[in-house]
């Protein structure tokens, strides 16, 4: 059962109160507001395996209180969110990450196994308690091996305090949460991707609308050629998104995919473009969205068509030659003669050909900040740091490198180790700045497919202001390159320019857009170009920048930055259970 609710709490006065109080006497009125409503936002979650049928498939889930996605977590800015997360999973460890939410003093609220915590261990309870401290769409997910996959994940919306305007109107917010599904399970998918051949799971059974979706193989005709197959099961019947005539909605979209770009639509409804990653962006319009695992976008659509009949909202899998049906939902309109969860009369949208890379880097283009609500990056960077995609190979299994380093998690988590003064915790070595960014053959093989593997990771000096290059290259195979969504912890950075081909840093950063960048937590690379982006390392703590792709992140796809660790607060004993600091170290 979900206990959620959201109460009215005093300000938060604690020891040492006063000061603050008469320091926040002379903010601005908005931070008034938002003191004075804060709230506190509570849920106990009870994390289990449960059997699901989101593509009509029966199929073992990691679920919150037996649901898979996860309940919506809604708050306002400034609320302070207490999740109690118990683990149920009996043989399974857990930890959850709040995607989006910087944890600006709480970085060990950021779930990410590893890296900021130990796992939950089955049986245990842990607290994640942190602020919503920015409006915006957000999502949450497991951090833990590939456990996301399984079906443990949600979204978040953090709304604007009473009173306080955004760029744009509308009559109220539908939730899309995107995903992608297989039936083999994750166990299944890490140990194929770590034998020598590689087993490669293949492209997903289905895609999921709000966790519904259809395996084209199961159907009403032959329901027994496939095991646990039921058209009629309620878990995979179509999301119905309701709507009243002449009225504009906000669609608040996240992708949770383990693999999947997709481009998704809304049959016969332009939408605009207003907000990306919790900032918001300069309104385009599309007739279908472009969106990489670990973005969000909120698009408004207004109910203007014939209510007499209901529309697909559709989603298509681009970037990879796609395996898997369109998934669909239906929009309906009250008041209209189609009932609510009739399937439209059409053929559902199929998209954006998978193959049209151009129209995919013009959305990206496209994406810059609303010009009231510009945030200008700093001038100059103190630091650029610039990562080479590709890859690799170790001992004959397939890895991802970075600068020819392939990552690999620590047992003892960094933010544990590193407050606390562990030595031999991880790789002392910093992995490497740059690369032979002359000489690179981004259009070819790698030359010497072999790679070594580090956990080490950037230490970042507080306060300064870091560039990244992510430069994308061709993969083992000829002409070949994937697209990438990079994302980073604790930080939104901005989206400073792409290109295709070599990054040249004497010619391009001449080119970057310092005007009206956009700032988001995940970005595309797209596959042969680049992508530069530009944070301030001013949030302590230690934090996770990598490839969203689930299983990409497992072969190693991703580096670790830290900054100011001296200033974090004590951390919480409970996540300290696991490697060199149980019981002193060993
Ligand atoms: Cu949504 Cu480290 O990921
Ligand atoms: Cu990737």
Redesign the pocket.
């Known amino acids: 059962m979900i206990r959620s609710s959201r109460s009215l709490a005093a300000p938060p006065l604690g020891v040492g109160a006063p000061r603050r109080l008469l320091c926040s006497l002379f903010l601005a009125t908005t931070t008034l507001t938002i003191l004075a409503t804060a709230a506190t936002v509570r849920q106990d979650w009870e994390i289990s395996y449960q059997f699901t049928s989101p593509d009509c498939v029966r199929k073992l889930a990691v679920t919150i209180n037996g649901q898979t996605p996860g309940p919506t977590i809604r708050a306002t800015q400034g609320d302070t969110i207490v999740i109690s997360v118990k683990n149920s999973l009996l043989t399974e460890n857990v930890a959850i990450h709040w995607h989006g939410i910087r944890q600006i003093g709480t970085p060990w609220a950021d779930g990410t196994e590893g890296v900021t915590q130990c796992p939950i261990l089955p049986g245990d309870v842990f607290v994640y308690k942190f602020v919503v401290d920015r409006p915006g769409t957000y999502m949450y997910h497991a951090h833990y091996g590939m456990q996301r996959s399984a079906g443990l994940n949600g979204m978040i919306v953090v709304e604007v305090p009473r009173g306080q305007a955004e760029p744009f109107v509308y009559e109220r917010d539908h939730t899309v949460l995107l995903n992608d599904w297989w039936h083999r399970s994750t166990y299944e998918q890490a140990a194929g991707l770590a034998a020598v051949p590689m087993v490669w799971v293949g492209e997903p059974q289905a895609l999921l609308i709000n966790g519904r979706g259809r395996f084209v193989n199961c159907s009403a005709s032959a329901p027994t050629m496939v095991e646990g197959c039921n058209v009629a099961h309620p878990d995979c019947a179509p999301a119905v998104f309701a709507v009243v005539p002449g009225k504009t909605y906000r669609f608040r979209i996240a992708s949770v995919t383990s693999l999947s770009a997709l481009n998704f639509e809304i049959e016969g409804h332009a939408m605009t473009v207003v907000e990306a990653d919790g900032h918001y962006v300069k309104p385009f319009v599309v007739k279908n969205l472009n969106i990489y695992s670990g973005e969000t976008y909120s698009v408004l659509i207004t109910a203007n068509q014939d209510p007499n009949r209901n529309y697909w909202l559709a989603s298509n899998v681009v970037s990879r030659r796609p395996g898997t049906v369109t998934a669909t939902a239906i929009l309906s309109y009250y008041g209209g003669r189609s009932s609510p969860n009739a399937n439209p009369p059409t053929t559902p949208p199929v998209g954006l050909p998978w193959n049209d890379t151009a129209a995919r880097v013009r959305q990206s283009l496209a994406t810059v900040s609303h010009p009231a609500h510009i945030i200008p990056p700093p001038a100059k960077p103190d630091r650029a740091i610039l990562l080479l995609?590709t890859q690799n190979k170790i001992d004959g299994k397939i890895k991802?490198a970075l600068n020819n380093v392939s990552f690999t998690l620590p047992h003892t988590p960094y933010l544990v180790a590193l407050k606390s003064g562990l030595l031999g915790a991880f790789d002392e070595r910093p992995p490497p700045e740059t690369y032979d960014h002359q000489r690179y053959d981004v259009f070819s093989p790698p030359a010497n497919p072999n790679t070594t593997s580090s956990d080490g990771l950037y230490r970042l000096r507080f306060g300064s202001v870091v560039d990244v290059v992510l430069q994308n290259a061709n993969m083992l195979g000829a002409n070949s390159s994937?697209?990438?969504?990079?994302h980073l912890h604790g930080h939104d950075f901005w989206v400073l320019g792409y290109g295709y081909g070599r990054f040249d840093p004497a010619v391009h950063p001449a080119t970057y857009n310092l005007k009206d960048p956009i700032m988001k937590n995940t970005v595309a690379?797209h596959p042969f170009g680049w992508t530069a982006l530009r944070f301030k390392a001013d949030n302590p703590g230690v934090w996770a920048f990598h490839?969203?792709?689930e299983?990409?992140?497992f072969m190693g796809?991703g580096v670790v930055f830290e900054e100011g660790v001296e200033r974090v607060g004590e951390l919480p004993k409970e996540i300290m259970g696991c490697g060199k600091t149980r019981g002193g170290g060993h």
């Open positions: 995609n991802w994937e697209t990438h969504p990079w690379v490839c969203h792709i299983a990409h992140f796809m």
